[in-house]
């Protein structure tokens, strides 16, 4: 009972601090202006853009925003499970990851940090007027993501998770034409990182890391692929 108590606490807690993080973010110019700047380098390059990991549509409000008013003729993809990570795929990385960094994940995933509702986020959407830009998909970013039949200028990984981090990094990248993007909003070394550094080796790409630091700016680091 009171281990139910400590993480209820712990998880309005979470909840509450998120609600100061992601207002700041919103009022962060440099924040916008980081994301406006992956945009603008995909203008010209066939396809959509990807987010696996959508959480409560921050990004996605801000991508959005940006594809309206620049008149940008893409939309905003999202993927995620609203309900947290897929247990399973924490433990797949375990020849990936380090045990401290799958424990982290764990302990998040029992506070409930990441639980929100489809419904929620789109309502978010369709109150600022951004649903012509946004499609919203609730599932395993494994699963899912095959189901999604449309070409990719820009992938952005804020799924913090090994094994859906490369898989979509995987997919998305047969089509994706030269000049487009795949990133990685994580600021600390996990999932994401080894994911992306795990792709870069095996095809043959360059990793630039933009040195930005959180909450100022993402990503962290990125791939144009050549």
């Known amino acids: 009972k009171n281990i139910s108590i400590n993480l209820k606490i712990v998880y ?3 909840k509450y601090m998120d609600t100061i993080i992601y207002k700041k973010m919103n009022n962060n110019k440099h924040y916008i202006n980081s994301i406006k700047y992956l945009v603008n380098k995909i203008v010209s390059i066939e396809g959509d853009i990807l987010e696996l990991g959508t959480y409560k549509g921050n990004n996605a409000i801000i991508f959005a925003d940006i594809l309206k008013k620049e008149k940008i003729n893409k939309k905003y993809i999202g ?11 924490i433990e797949d990385s375990k020849e990936k990851v380090s045990q401290e960094n799958r424990d982290a994940l764990k302990k998040i995933q029992k506070t409930k940090r990441w639980l929100t509702t489809l419904e929620d ?23 899912t993501l095959p189901k999604i039949e449309k070409k990719i200028s820009l992938l952005y990984v804020d799924c913090n ?3 859906p981090s490369f898989f979509g990094m995987e997919w998305v990248y047969d089509c994706m034409e030269e000049g487009g993007i795949i990133c990685i909003d994580e600021h600390r070394k996990g999932g994401e990182t080894q994911a992306l550094k795990d792709f870069a080796t095996k095809y043959g790409q ?12 993402p990503p962290k680091y990125i791939i144009l692929k050549k």
């Open 12 to 14: 309005l807690f979470r």
């Open 79 to 89: 993927i995620d499970t609203f309900n947290g990570y897929v247990d399973s795929q």
């Open 121 to 143: 986020v789109n309502k978010k959407i369709e109150k600022l007027k951004l649903s012509k830009w946004v499609e919203l998909h609730k599932g395993d970013i494994v699963k």
């Open 161 to 163: 998770v090994y094994s």
């Open 206 to 217: 360059n990793i630039i890391n933009t040195n930005n630091v959180y909450p100022n700016g």
